[in-house]
């Protein structure tokens, strides 16, 4: 069973900054993208940013120029450096990965718990 476990959110003042870990575990074959993701209560989850198994990376409007993703594949863990953070910014943060189990498996989308962001003084 492959799960996927976020850590490092909680709270900080405006233009303060945040490291999010995500480390997926269990039987795991291959990681494939990797992203991270975000919601707030009575939206629908968004996408903030993704990182491909070669190191593509891509942003939300909302994310470019003060998140950066970047992932540490011996370790299987994704992260998302949040700079300059705004009241805005405040939401339950999810990471997802598209992983095989085994070598012929089925790709499957596996997403963390979550992690509480709150920015705020």
């Known amino acids: 069973q492959v799960q996927l476990v976020e850590s490092g959110g909680g709270l900080v003042q405006p233009g303060g900054s945040l490291n999010l870990s995500c480390v997926a575990s269990?039987?795991?074959?291959?990681?494939?993208?990797m992203e991270w993701h975000r919601q707030t209560p009575g939206n629908e989850r968004a996408l903030l940013a993704s990182?491909?198994?070669?190191?593509?990376?891509r942003y939300s409007d909302s994310a470019e120029g003060r998140f950066t993703i970047s992932r540490e594949d011996a370790k299987n863990t994704v992260f998302l450096q949040m700079n300059s953070l705004k009241p805005e910014d405040t939401a339950f943060y999810y990471c997802d990965a598209l992983i095989t189990e085994y070598g012929a498996g089925p790709l499957l989308k596996m997403w963390g718990q979550g992690t509480q962001v709150t920015v705020s003084s």
């Open positions: 269990g039987t795991i074959f291959r990681i494939y993208t």
């Open positions: 990182i491909t198994s070669g190191g593509t990376v």
